[in-house]
């Protein structure tokens, strides 16, 4: 086996902090993401401002897969808080809206990536692992 081949056995679960304001889809996401081996949820949160109670706590998510619109604090506000505050925690946005304006917004905001709500498990927990550097 191989150095590369081994570090990689080893590396550990990608931290995640599922933000959605609808605890139905959160849960669901997390139920989802939470099968996959190497992802590790430490957080769910139903807007910016409880993510932000998290991270306060002291839990660190590598990734936070976050919805664009929520009540108090917003996916775009938060990622803009997120850049300043915690720049290591990466930010992949979800939303219903494919709208090509509100992506390129999110992404010089500081955004990974931008996901619409239609798609693949497998295409979501390639951003995740993709925004973790994996």
Do not use: W
């Not at 099968?35 to 910016?48: D, L, M, P, S």
Request: some cysteine; aromatic content about 2%; proline content about 5%.
């Amino acid at each position: 086996m191989t150095s590369a081949s081994s570090s990689a056995a080893i590396d550990p679960p990608v931290r995640l902090a599922i933000v959605d304001d609808h605890i139905l889809f959160r849960k669901g996401l997390r139920a989802l993401l939470s099968g996959y081996a190497g992802i590790e949820v430490v957080c769910e949160a139903g807007n910016g401002q409880e993510l932000l109670e998290c991270l306060d706590q002291g839990i660190r998510p590598d990734v936070a897969l976050m919805d664009m619109q929520m009540p108090v604090l917003d996916g775009l506000q938060t990622t803009r808080l997120l850049r300043m505050q915690f720049p290591s925690v990466r930010v992949v946005i979800i939303s219903m809206h494919d709208d090509p304006s509100l992506v390129s917004t999110v992404l010089a905001e500081g955004a990974h990536s931008y996901l619409v709500k239609n798609t693949s498990p497998e295409e979501m927990r390639g951003a995740v692992l993709a925004a973790a550097g994996r």
